[in-house]
């Protein structure tokens, strides 16, 4: 049990989570739709909890999309870090309220904040870990996105897992050049410190060897006519060919507006039976 949790707990364990989730290799329930519905259905639950107060309708909401949540398998490591920032912000916010003397209606405004917050950002996993950096990319340029835009989030994508390769290769190259510490001090307070000094010494060469990758790698796209290619018309069909609507996307579209007006429907319904009952 020891030795598993070590694992999980590994730099390599958090490495290959982050590549998960950047290139959707869990599938889930989202993974075979198209991409255009799939970011059509975050949009809606991104704005939906803006246009009301009612903790009711965002309770609803947040169930929704935690049922989603499970349905796409997000990966623990993702969940781990929204649930930690979750119950972190709602700490602070009921913490400073106690603290200049709230009330009821104070608590009930920041539980009201907490579940917009955690309906957005349970919708953008939801939606993004089962889009891979081609399908979102191709789902932003049908939607007339830039060009420019729809690159950048593809060859993001594809930077992150250099980007961690390099910045692991430095601190590894940090800790066999850097001798032990051979006082660890009262309850060990100067590994952390030497653990934080080592990071952002190699912060630095890790952002000089991306923007070299980066350089070539952009020189290479431009002589192969990748700018071309994004504004030419021809080649904007031949690129999303592969995009239809089918019936299973029309079922979700139809089913999301369900869902979210019937979450409106019983937030007004519900004073309604709390007086009858």
Known sequence: MARRQRDVLSVEWVKLELLRTAYATRGGLFAGFDPRVVVGWYAVFAVAPWLTHNITVLAALFAVAAVAVAL??????VLGLFA????TETAYLFAVAWFFDGDLHTVA??????LKLGVVALASMAAFVSLDPEKLSDALVSMKAPPLLSFGVSYGYRMLPIIMDEFHTIVDGHRLRSAPLERRGILAWRVPVHIGSTLVRSFYPMMLNTAKRTRTTVEALETRGFTFAGESAKGRDIRLAYLRLRMRDLALALVTVVLIAGA???GELAPVFARDF
Do not use: H
């Not at 796409?72 to 490591?77: E, I, K, M, T, Y």
């Not at 405004?109 to 907490?114: E, G, K, Q, R, Y």
């Open 72 to 77: 796409c398998r997000v990966g623990p490591l």
């Open 84 to 87: 930690f920032g979750l119950v």
């Open 109 to 114: 405004a920041l539980v009201t904040l907490s």
């Open 264 to 266: 409106f429907i019983i």
